[in-house]
């Protein structure tokens, strides 16, 4: 389903409109998102519909997924304003078109697949982000990565900043997952060593909201909001004392244009993180579940273990990211838990559960 005229999507572009940033960096450009059906790379594709809209910007959005169906769908009020490419990032990129900026969100981070698909997860953020920083020096194009806080694995230490190192283990095949997204990283920093190529990335701590996948994805967040949608019981995974830190859309897509905008080549990797609301899996469930009453509801959640298919949680001890880089340049985050909660149930109940 489309959201981007959902009246709750429409009031966060606008927010991010208004942003003191210099978007018209962007003014006659092209650019490309691939992994288009994720909710960030939709959620980005919204902004600079928006931005065209609001300031005649004239920027021209190209899609690269695998599902044209569900890129129909979630842009079916818009399909004369973008291109779809339909194309595995696996495979060489042989977009004619001129490119200015590549947004490389092509990725799979549910727990399910992580263990029962670990070798398409390993290539897509491995073989997929070569094929990317190919095609970007190929056309002068500036590349930003969305990464995530898996990369740092296990840590003791208080808070984690961008220069901390990480620690995972790879007998643990869950770690598939951070460990290709670590090494995508790796190996943009080494285009721009090598290739002068333009690189940003972002460390993205659970970010969620509308257009989320809210079906068979695994994490916690989806899990609960999409059974609020069905009408369906929450059941718990674990006895629910993991803590998690949930960063809203808005917020992550602010974050990302951020870096995109004002950071540079010494300076380009960034946590993105809302560290102001810490909330155990077990809390997370009794608010959405308070949540549901709203939406008239009626669910429960039920404590009793559930040990089919837990495997794919991650069960590294929450440790704080440590956002002041990113927030030197400007950004912090706006969204409180219970905003971006009620906003997120309030766009996926009125239809548009993917």
């Not at 990335?201 to 989806?222: C, E, F, T, W």
């Not at 009793?304 to 949680?313: C, I």
């Amino acid at each position: 389903m489309d959201f981007y005229t959902n009246s709750v999507v429409q009031k966060d572009l606008d927010f991010i409109s208004r942003a003191n940033l210099n978007f018209e960096k962007f003014r006659d450009s092209t650019v490309l998102i691939t992994g288009i059906n994720g909710m960030l790379a939709t959620n980005l594709a919204y902004t600079f519909l928006f931005l065209n809209k609001k300031f005649q910007l004239n920027i021209k959005i190209v899609g690269l997924g695998r599902n044209e169906l569900e890129f129909k769908s979630r842009f079916s009020d818009n399909l004369n304003n973008l291109t779809f490419v339909k194309q595995d990032v696996n495979k060489k990129l042989t977009i004619k078109l001129p490119i200015d900026y590549i947004f490389h969100a092509a990725t799979n981070a549910s727990p399910e697949n992580m263990v029962e698909n670990p070798v398409s997860i390993a290539l897509v953020n491995t073989i997929g982000t070569a094929n990317v920083a190919e095609f970007a020096l190929q056309k002068g194009a500036t590349v930003h990565f969305l990464s995530t806080r898996e990369v740092y694995g296990e840590s003791y230490k208080d808070s984690i900043s961008e220069e901390d190192n990480s620690v995972l283990n790879a007998l643990d095949i869950r770690n598939v997952y951070p460990i290709s997204k670590m090494s995508a990283e790796a190996m943009l920093l080494a285009y721009q060593h090598e290739y002068d190529l333009n690189v940003s990335i972002s460390r993205i701590a659970h970010a969620y909201g509308p257009g989320m996948k809210l079906q068979n994805d695994g994490r916690v967040m989806a899990d609960f909001l999409g059974r609020v949608t069905r009408n369906e019981n929450i059941v718990l995974k674990s006895d629910g004392s993991a803590e998690r830190s949930f960063l809203y859309v808005r917020d992550a897509i602010l974050g990302i244009l951020t870096i995109v905008l004002k950071s540079t080549k010494k300076n380009c990797v960034f946590n993105v993180s809302n560290e102001k609301e810490p909330i155990t899996v077990k809390n997370l469930a009794l608010l959405v579940k308070e949540f549901g009453h709203k939406f008239n509801v009626g669910i429960q959640v039920k404590l009793p273990l559930d040990k089919k298919n837990n495997v794919g949680y991650s069960n590294v001890k929450r440790t704080p990211l440590n956002t002041n880089k990113v927030e030197k340049l400007g950004w912090k985050p706006s969204v409180n838990l219970k905003t971006g909660i009620f906003n997120t149930l309030q766009v996926h109940s009125k239809g548009g559960d993917y």
